[in-house]
């Protein structure tokens, strides 16, 4: 918000406010067989507000393609295709709008490659519902607006709403963030496990293909066990019920892909698969629900220290060895040696994000060394052989408004502002290669170099190493 409307809108509530407390939203859900109708009632003080349509995110640039339809009922409305935004006018403070949302795979549609179209594109028709709410809900200028969700009209296939934890198609009341920011899924075979952890209800959500029982029983023993470990590093006082959600790819055989929301994710996989939890999977799961944490800001951050956090809380919630965090790691240093784009400044990349999947990785794998590389200096900095949970520490207070300039402030305050401010120019600004200096690793490992350069971490101290992941945990 602007300050002149700002002070407008001050004004106006002096006036109004006896007769309209608060500004809201309320979207009413029609299932048409093809697609959902969204009614929506905006009541509010302002003489003109805007929503937008839809993101960036898949790289798309037919978003408008799939809103459908567009009426006014009540006061006035319109929409720029070139920026997905929607006016709306008011009429005596309230406005009445509704359009429909359509948008499936085109029927011939089996690249494996093409995973981004399966789950950031609507697909919806009679066999099965899968939209990222963003493409349904018309997002408002105030994230933190009242809204209220109610379906009039639902398929004849069980729905799921991850804004909506365990409660189907029930009417839901919360701000636009939370509708926003979310995603819904209906097919013929969905069903719903309550999975309690640390005296909670949470929910695990799945339309299971092959192997049922085998599947069912694999996934709700590493939701149970990973989610707690997670949730105590955290320290999750009171944590709002949480959504596993596995659904499977209308026809892609990709293996896997997901996304990371508040209060859940969803992972879309290979609906061929008989097992579904495979290592491979079980490191996106994990990824996945360390978005809860780690999920805002630059991509070398939520994706980059994501990736840290996935390879650590493996091995600190004892699902593997600490090995395996070294083979997790090697990956990513192979990886980001053998990106082309290896040297790229970080602007740049972060701009090239959905451009080719080549950037999209650079980020993933230059976040998690430079990662890496924190937790030597703040080891040796702090003389704490956890200093993975001392960074997080540092960075919790402000995770869900991530800026570089705190993140640098909260890592000066351990290793001091000079060496953090001239490590974050060097690896994430430039792009310079990572020298993996031997005084500045983590203790118990060291950096060895294959013929073509390559970084691999080598433990060279068993117990040095573990005690990385292992100080934290409850005794
Ligand atoms: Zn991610």
Request: include cysteine; charge should be negative; aromatic fraction near 14%.
């Amino acid at each position: 918000m602007n300050p002149l409307k700002f002070i407008f809108f001050c004004a106006s509530v002096l006036i109004t406010a006896c007769t309209d407390k608060s500004d809201r939203i309320d979207y009413t859900l029609s299932w048409t067989g093809d697609g959902i109708r969204v009614d929506m009632e905006v009541r509010s003080r302002i003489d003109s507000l805007f929503f937008t349509y839809a993101t960036e995110n898949g790289g798309f640039t037919d978003q408008m393609s799939w809103f459908q339809d567009l009426t006014s009922l009540k006061g006035e409305v319109s929409a720029d295709p070139s920026t997905r935004k929607i006016a709306v006018v008011p009429d005596g403070g309230r406005a009445k709008l509704s359009y429909t949302v359509r948008c499936a795979l085109p029927k011939d549609y089996y690249s494996p490659k093409s995973c981004l179209w399966d789950m950031f594109r609507p697909d919806l028709d009679g066999e099965m519902m899968f939209t990222r709410t963003e493409n349904l809900f018309l997002a408002p200028e105030d994230m933190a607006t009242p809204v209220s969700v109610r379906w009039a009209e639902v398929p004849e296939y069980p729905v799921y709403c991850i804004y909506n934890p365990g409660k189907g198609t029930d009417p839901y009341y919360g701000t636009a963030g939370s509708v926003v920011g979310s995603a819904i899924v209906g097919d013929p075979l969905l069903e719903v496990d309550t999975v309690m952890i640390n005296g909670r209800a949470n929910y695990l959500v799945t339309a299971l293909r092959k192997s049922h029982d085998m599947n069912k029983i694999a996934l709700k023993d590493y939701f149970r066990s990973f989610y707690g470990s997670i949730s105590d590093f955290w320290g999750e006082e009171d944590p709002e019920p949480y959504s596993m959600v596995i659904f499977p790819f209308r026809n892609n055989t990709f293996e896997m892909t997901g996304n990371g929301f508040s209060n859940g994710f969803l992972s879309r996989y290979d609906a061929t698969a008989d097992t579904i939890l495979t290592t491979g999977r079980r490191d996106i799961f994990t990824h996945e629900i360390g978005h809860k944490w780690i999920g805002g800001g630059n991509a070398w951050f939520s994706e980059g220290f994501n990736e840290m956090q996935t390879g650590y809380q493996t091995v600190a919630s004892g699902l593997d060895e600490p090995s395996y965090f070294a083979e997790y790691l090697n990956h990513a240093l192979a990886g980001l040696h053998r990106n082309p784009h290896r040297n790229d400044p970080g602007d740049l990349a972060e701009e090239r994000f959905w451009d080719d999947g080549d950037y999209t990785w650079l980020l993933y794998w230059r976040g998690f060394s430079y990662a890496f590389h924190l937790t030597g200096l703040v080891e040796k900095a702090t003389g704490k052989p956890d200093a993975w949970k001392v960074m997080m520490d540092a960075v919790k207070p402000f995770l869900h408004d991530f800026s570089q300039e705190r993140f640098l402030e909260a890592m000066g305050g351990l290793i001091g502002k000079e060496r953090a401010e001239a490590d974050f120019r060097k690896y994430i600004l430039e792009g310079q290669d990572f020298d993996y200096r031997p005084e500045d690793l983590p203790s118990g490992c060291a950096i060895v170099r294959l013929p073509d350069g390559t970084p691999k971490l080598e433990i060279t101290d068993t117990l040095l190493f573990a005690r990385h992941f292992s100080v934290h945990l409850k005794s």
